[in-house]
């Protein structure tokens, strides 16, 4: 199976700060990985797709890179909103995993 | 509108079956794959299961497999998972999503929690 590791575990950031948070598959997946956000006692949210599509109505200052087994998420400016715990997620071979996590923390 | 509703979560005791439901309204059900995810409590999200949107192929994490079968009934709308020979570690609260962009889940619902306890 395809693990996924996210990094850093949480993360205490300021609102204007430049976030990134990095995402490795141990083994390949292309481009087949999605970023999700959660906020305590809610379900998921999808914000990014294919590694860099966002979705629908998600702000332009999320931003996903990568390929292979190395992704990032990027957010240019945090804003008060996006606190919250982000997950990646590969979708290959008939496999869906689930990197462990980053809570973004307010510093 | 367009939303996903679980139910059938509760209290079980190990060694006991649950199934749990996902209503589906506001899309065309029979166009997607659907997902079921848990999240145990204070930790994170893990992929459960995955059916085909036309219910020919299913999938399922190694720790459910051979003990989960999940299926759907496209004449209601309905996504199901049967839970047996529940372990103290499947509690958890259960999502379902829907299946799109070729794997990732655009639409979730509200999760439906399962405890199994003694």
């Known amino acids: 199976d395809i693990q996924m590791t996210q990094s850093p575990s949480t993360l205490s950031a300021s609102v204007g700060d430049r976030v990134t948070i990095t995402c490795r598959a141990s083994q390949s997946i292309s481009g087949s990985l999605a970023w999700y956000q959660q906020k305590p006692g809610r379900a998921p949210t999808l914000l990014i797709y294919e590694t860099s599509t966002l979705e629908t109505e998600v702000p332009s200052r999320f931003d996903g890179s990568g390929f292979g087994t190395e992704f990032t998420l990027t957010i240019s400016s945090l804003q008060p909103d996006d606190f919250a715990t982000y997950y990646c997620?590969?979708?290959?071979?008939?496999?869906?995993?689930f990197g462990q996590g980053t809570k973004v923390e307010i510093k | 509108q367009v939303q996903l509703v679980e139910s059938g979560g509760g209290v079980v005791q190990p060694g006991r079956s649950l199934t749990l439901s996902c209503a589906a309204s506001?899309?065309?059900?029979?166009?997607?794959?659907m997902q079921w995810v848990r999240q145990a409590p204070g930790k994170g999200l893990e992929w459960v299961a995955i059916i085909w949107f036309d219910g020919s192929d299913k999938y399922y994490a190694d720790s459910v497999k051979g003990r989960c079968t999940i299926s759907r009934d496209s004449s209601e709308n309905t996504l199901h998972l049967e839970m047996n020979n529940l372990r103290a570690e499947d509690t958890a609260v259960y999502y379902c999503?829907?299946?799109?962009?070729?794997?990732?889940?655009?639409?979730w619902g509200q999760g439906t929690l399962v405890t199994v306890s003694a």
């Open positions: 506001g899309f065309i059900f029979s166009n997607y794959g």
């Open positions: 997620q590969q979708y290959t071979n008939s496999s869906w995993t």
């Open positions: 999503a829907r299946d799109n962009h070729g794997g990732t889940l655009d639409l």
